[in-house]
């Protein structure tokens, strides 16, 4: 009777753990899906490979490219292209399970980002030569921006199936950027009065080269992975 039962529980074992699939993948490749609609900077097609170094720490690269451009001038000085890389170390607060059932869990990590990009595009703004003047005038040109810096995040990834990974991240960012202008035609030094309240005005200046300089932003993105 008791080799009975024996054999019963090693079969009810078996059955158990062969529904359970252990996840090996030490390779995840994402698709980062806000890149695709990014009017901060440019929209790009981008692509990251991470890679577990130990159940808890992670490393990883990313690429992207720009095929589009939402911004629309009446001239055109430079034809619109840009492209972004960075790398990143992460820490996962668990451990990497290695069941499909405990997998399904999200894991919460925290990371650093740093980055390089670089694009180019055009913009125009309103101006008047003075304060008197009754004439605005539209000012078409192009800028050239060279960006780097360092994010600080925090996230979750989560599996949605055995191969499939969503991840989620929000964070902080330092950013130093360089801005050279062409075509321009706007001079601050020579009393020219910028049109617009003062946040389009802000948003004005972004573009142009006395923004250069260090700054600081609010970063929040979705990536869609496969583990391989």
């Known amino acids: 009777m008791r080799f009975k039962f024996i054999i019963i529980f090693l079969g009810i074992s078996n059955l158990i753990f062969s529904q359970i699939r252990y996840d090996k993948s030490t390779w995840i490749l994402k698709g980062n899906a ?25 490393l990883s690269t990313e690429a992207g490219y720009q095929l589009y ?10 034809s619109p292209k840009g492209f972004k890389v960075n790398f990143e ?8 399970f290695r069941t499909g059932l405990s997998g399904k869990l999200p894991r919460p990590y925290s990371g650093l980002r740093p980055f390089y990009r670089q694009y180019q595009y055009n913009a125009n703004i309103p101006y008047k030569t003075n304060l008197n003047s009754e004439y605005w005038s539209d000012d078409n040109f192009g800028v050239k921006n060279r960006s780097f810096g360092l994010y600080g995040i925090l996230g979750f990834q989560q599996s949605i199936s055995h191969k499939i990974v969503f991840d989620f991240h929000a964070g902080l960012v330092i950013i130093y950027r360089i801005i050279k202008n062409t075509d321009l035609q706007y001079n601050k030094e020579s009393g020219h009065i910028l049109g617009g309240t003062d946040l389009i005005q802000f948003s004005e200046k972004v573009n142009l080269e006395e923004s250069s300089g ?13 583990k391989l």
């Open 214 to 226: 260090l700054w600081g932003s609010l970063l929040f993105g979705i990536r869609i992975g496969y």
């Open 34 to 58: 806000t890149s695709l609609f990014d009017i901060f900077t440019f929209p790009s097609v981008q692509l990251s490979l991470e890679k577990f170094i130990t159940p808890r720490y992670s």
């Open 69 to 78: 451009d939402f911004r629309h001038t009446d001239t055109a000085f430079m």
């Open 89 to 96: 170390f992460r820490y996962y607060f668990s451990r990497q």
